[in-house]
Structures are given as C-alpha cells and as structure tokens.
C-alpha cells in the first residue's frame, strides 16, 4: 500500500498547482474556489538514488521504486464542518490519508485571488484547524451520550472509556487538536476507532513565489513558528517552480533546482518530511530480475518487513541475509559483501535499518 498524504488548504493557495506538478496527473487548476470538487489521486514514484545504483550494479532487468499516493481534497472555507464550500465531500477523503500536508499560501500575487482578502498564514492555518477540530468535535459529541449510558452498567472497561470520551471532548472543546491529547494512548483501539481528522500528523508547504527559493520569506517564518509549537514539520515550496520543473525533461531539472540555489525538487522534500514526520524507512531487495524499494515504519521487525512482500515470507520466517547499502555500493555486488564478511544473518528480533539491502529466507 502507498502511503497516502492529502493536500489541504484554502482555495487559491497553490494546492491543485503543486498537486498537478507532483503528479502530473491533471487535475484542473483555476483561480477561483472549488476549482477541485472530487478528490484527485496520483501515486508518485519516490526518487531514491539508491535503487538505482542497486539496480545497476545488480544488472537487475527491472526497477519498482516505493510509492507515495497524493490526494488532492477540496479547498476548504470557515464554516467547512457544517456544509460550507464543499463541507463533508472533503472532511471524509482526509480520513483515508496517513497524514495532511497543509499547503499554507505564503507569495504575493495580486493577479490570484485570496479567498479572505489578504495572505496571513497564522489566519489560515487557523481555519484549517478550527474546521477540522469542529468537526471531530461533532463526532465525539455523539460518543459521548452513548459512552455515558453504557457506563452506568458498572463495568470497568465501559468507565474508562466514557472518561476518556468525556476527556477528549474537554480537550476539543478548547481548540486543541487530538495529536496533542496526552491520554491518547490509553484507549488503543477506541482511539483506532474514532478517526478523528485532527489526530493525523501534520506537514506544512509553505507556497512561495519562485525569487524567494530556498529560504523563504517573513510569511513562512510564521508558518514556522506555529509549526515548531506543534512538533510539525515545514516544507518551503513554490509549486508554480514545481510546475515547471515537471515539464522539463529529468537532466535539465537538476540544472534548474541549483540554479535555484536546490538540491532537491519539492517532490523529493515533501516526501522526505513525509517519512520523518510518520517515521517511515526503505529497505531494498536486488537481484538479476528486479531491484526495488519497500517502505516500513521505523521498528519493524524482519518478519514483519518480509510480511510487506508477501504474508507467506513472514509466516515462514527463517532469516534475513542483510547487507547495508553503503557496503553494497562500496563493493559492488552481494558476492563481493559476503566475501568481506559485511553480509549478516539476522533473525526474528532484527529491527530493519534504513538502506538495509535484505534477502528473506523462508518456509513455504
């Protein structure tokens, strides 16, 4: 499965821009609202420099990179969480996704509208989240009720469960998202259960005109300040940049980003504060058929992560022959790895490493 992020926002904020230049898959772009009223999906390749040297020097025939899916909801407004705009079409799309990236609009452009009539970020930012909090916030209200009656039975588990209902509504209730709701780990599977938009980690692009690469401006620095008070991360972008760059052919772009002062695409940022924002890693597989990359979270056991291929390789489990990329790339092939005693046999309670080059042994 790709890991899914949604792009969020304001209308007018550059959202279906940069989506249609991270995947090129056409959705329509216009300077008016709503511009966007079914959810656009385009699943992105992750660049990875890394399997593409394994794939060369493993000869492979084919290369299958890892994938990142963007979805491309709505433009909101206030008043989103009752109807407003496009209301509950975009609330529901966001609760499929991994995680939200807030495209925030922070260039000048008096030839493209602002939905309130001025770019303020922290105003912006504002009404994302206070729609989205209002929202959870109707939906834990209908728990609430419920979760009372069920308690006067007496039994411990339904207490606890109406207590911590009746907690996360006092906590919504103010403002707060549910990320920041310091009981959330008392009540796994309810947790699990309620969905709650607000509980999704959260990304920031912050949209800038292409002169203010790579730094930014005063715009982006509010973003970051209300980004460091939530422990998110902040990506500065210009997806009018992004547009252009998906139209120039792959060896004129890098000639392009460092003339921008780049070294990477905002494709590639994106990605990367995606995966440390939901503490995702890549292992590999390589061999003469095919070289390709697999995404896991951070702490995944060896079984688990031969799971991601196939349910059979971690039912059958019997050991992962590891090599670290950096000691693939400096000798140059498996071979060569385990004549230099740099391949390893990890068992059940190997945690799988960023880069790990991997071989999973297994019982059918």
């Known amino acids: ?19 249609n230049a991270l995947s090129q898959a056409g959705a329509e772009a216009a300077n008016f609202p709503f511009c966007t009223i079914d959810p656009n999906v385009g699943v992105v390749p992750v660049p990875d420099a890394r399997l593409d040297r394994l794939a060369e020097l493993a000869r492979s025939e084919r290369v299958v990179p890892t994938s990142i899916e ?23 799309h966001i609760r499929e996704t991994d995680a939200v990236c807030n495209v925030v609009r922070c260039f000048e452009d008096p030839d493209v509208v602002h939905v309130s009539g001025s770019i303020d970020p922290a105003r912006d930012i504002e009404i994302v989240r206070t729609e989205l909090v209002l ?14 009656r069920a308690s006067k039975s007496g ?4 207490v606890a469960q109406a207590a911590f209902i009746g907690a ?3 906590h919504l209730a103010v403002g707060e998202p549910a990320r920041t709701f310091p009981k959330a780990g008392d009540q796994p599977t309810l947790w699990r259960e309620l969905s709650l938009l607000t509980a999704k980690p959260v990304l920031y692009a912050a949209n800038v005109g292409e002169d203010e690469l790579p730094d930014g401006n005063e715009h982006v620095q509010a973003v970051r300040e209300i980004a460091s008070g939530e422990g998110a991360h902040v990506v500065i972008i210009s997806a009018q940049v992004e547009a252009e760059l998906s139209e120039l052919p792959p060896g004129e772009r890098a000639e392009d980003l460092a003339s ?18 939901l503490d995702l890693l890549t292992y590999f597989t390589a ?27 971690e039912r059958g489990f019997i050991k992962a022959e590891v090599i670290s990329y950096q000691d693939y790339d400096e ?28 071989h999973f042994r297994f019982n059918v």
Not at 82 to 87: A, C, H, K, P
Not at 135 to 148: G, H, I, P
Not at 332 to 343: C, D, I, P, W, Y
Request: no cysteine; charged share 25%; hydrophobic share 45%.
């Open 1 to 19: 499965m790709a890991l899914k992020v949604g792009l969020v926002g304001l209308p007018n904020v550059g959202k279906s821009t940069l989506f």
């Open 135 to 148: 929202k959870d916030l109707e939906s834990v209200e209908k728990r609430v009720e419920r979760a009372q």
């Open 168 to 170: 996360l509504y006092d």
């Open 260 to 277: 921008l002062g780049l070294e990477r695409s905002g494709l590639e940022r994106l990605i990367a504060g995606a995966y440390t924002l």
């Open 287 to 313: 061999g003469p058929k095919e070289a390709r990359a697999w995404t896991v979270k951070a702490g995944t056991r060896a079984p688990q992560a031969a799971g991601v291929i196939h349910t059979d390789f």
């Open 155 to 158: 039994d411990k588990d339904l």
């Open 331 to 358: 000798l140059g092939s498996e071979a060569a790895a385990r004549e230099a005693g740099k391949l390893r046999i990890e068992g059940k309670d190997y945690l799988v490493q960023d880069g790990d080059v991997i």
């Open 70 to 92: 963007f979805v491309d909801i709505a433009g909101l407004v206030a008043g989103a969480h009752q109807g407003e705009g496009l209301g509950n079409q975009f609330l529901a």
